[in-house]
């Protein structure tokens, strides 16, 4: 085998190393390595030998039996040392803390993704009725208050190169179509604040604004409120804490 057949090999295997990871880390839970082949379609035998690479060096864990597989302490690891090290979220926690204060709403920083939009930092309300929520989580842009504010800081054209046109409904009331997406995205810009009407999970509101630090914008903070618990008072006073951090946000990330 020559160097560059050997060179593809091994670019080859990192390639499924890290869509088997993906794997792992969207689909939560123990899969039998059937589930796994039948998810990523590499060959079993090599598929086989992967995991057991993987499972040795903490990346990947087995059940009890060692038949089925899930994502191991070592992607937990290094997920810890990207948000600890990122300059964003260690600027932004003294405006989320703020946030957190002036709403008693939980609170979320998040990064978009591809078409996604990745939570970075959260900060939970002390009320018993309130979204369940964790660092890491990953919910698709055009169904997200957040997402929305950070598409927005696009033009339509890019907008339409990113999103196909019938976009997949998390809720009933999810935005399914491109064009009344992006009609929404005006209306995003024009005021400044974006807002998911129970889209992403039924019972819930969301209120976000984009991060100016950068243009477009990658990360955005948003405040998440029960239907049960807001009222148009409530509403208005949320919408105004976000306006409130979203400058205060802009001087702490200035130079970054």
Known sequence: MSAAETGGAQVKSAVRTVELLEFFAGSPGMHTLAAVQEAVRYPKSSLYMLLRTLVELGWVETDATGTRYGIGVRALLVGTSYVEGDEVVAAARPALDRLSG????????????????????????PHHLRPA??????VPAHATALGKALLATYDDERVRRMLPRTLPALTERTITDREELIAELGAVRARGWAADREESTVGLRCFAVALPYRVPARDAVSCSVPAARLTPAHEQAVRDALLDARERLALATRRL
């Open 102 to 125: 002036d709403t008693a709403e939980t609170v979320h920083l998040a990064r978009l993704d591809g078409t996604d939009v990745v939570h970075l930092a959260t900060r939970r309300s």
């Open 133 to 138: 929520t964790r660092v890491g989580r990953r």
